[in-house]
């Protein structure tokens, strides 16, 4: 059965600090497809990206990394140098071959960044 | 920059009425799906289109829910006969491909009184 897990509930770090966002799935299929999804306070789920599971090439767009571990089933996000425009809910989600049409998200963390 | 819309933004409607949601997927996508959100809680798949049919649905997608593509660019859920539970974000989401990255509108709130 397919399964994302992001244990934590909520994490608090004051600005600039470096901060990271775990997530480990489940999945008896070897074509997957893992995302994150980013949801700021106005609510709307915004697209942050995508990894198949034949590329575990860690991932970099600014501020912003994802490393992908196979062995470990786990897809963790960093944000480096964190801003207060961070603050949302962050969403791991996964997508089994088998059933291409359907997302499975986990439960979210809500990262809060202080000024 | 393409989006996903829908409409209305917030809808509150009495229990026991239908209610349709509205959305416009991006123009040259051709899956569709809705997933909801209650209040606090994580996304969950309700159900997805192609080809003008459904691809998968999920157990909460029962005979009161229904989706259509009524023309070209819209694509719609309707809900029969609302319940208290039915309260909740309902998100319209599209894609190119099937496995590739969904792009979500940004919901509809549904109360149901």
């Known amino acids: 059965a397919q399964k994302v897990t992001q244990a934590q509930t909520e994490i608090s770090v004051v600005e600039k600090e470096d901060v990271t966002l775990d997530c480990v799935y489940e999945?008896?299929?070897?074509?997957?497809?893992l995302f994150w999804y980013k949801q700021p306070p106005s609510g709307e789920l915004v697209f942050l990206i995508r990894r198949n599971s034949f590329d575990e090439q860690n991932e970099i767009s600014g501020r912003y990394s994802w490393n992908f571990q196979k062995s470990t089933s786990s897809f963790n996000f960093t944000i480096t140098a964190s801003q207060v425009v961070d603050s949302a809910v962050y969403f791991c989600a996964l997508m089994e071959y088998s059933s291409a049409s359907k997302i499975i998200f986990g439960s979210g963390t809500r990262l809060s960044i202080r000024p | 920059e393409p989006e996903v819309t829908q409409t209305p933004s917030h809808q509150v409607t009495q229990m026991g009425q239908e209610v349709i949601l509205r959305c416009v997927p991006i123009s040259n996508h051709l899956y569709f799906y809705w997933y909801r959100q209650i209040l606090g809680q994580k996304v969950e798949f309700l159900v997805s289109f192609y080809n003008n049919e459904i691809s998968e649905k999920s157990e909460i997608f029962d005979d009161q829910f229904s989706v259509e593509r009524p023309d070209g660019s819209n694509f719609t859920l309707k809900i029969r006969s609302t319940k208290l539970e039915d309260s909740a974000m309902y998100f319209c989401a599209s894609s190119l491909e099937t496995a590739s990255e969904a792009f979500f509108g940004q919901g509809t709130r549904l109360t149901v009184v």
């Open positions: 999945t008896r299929d070897t074509t997957y497809y």
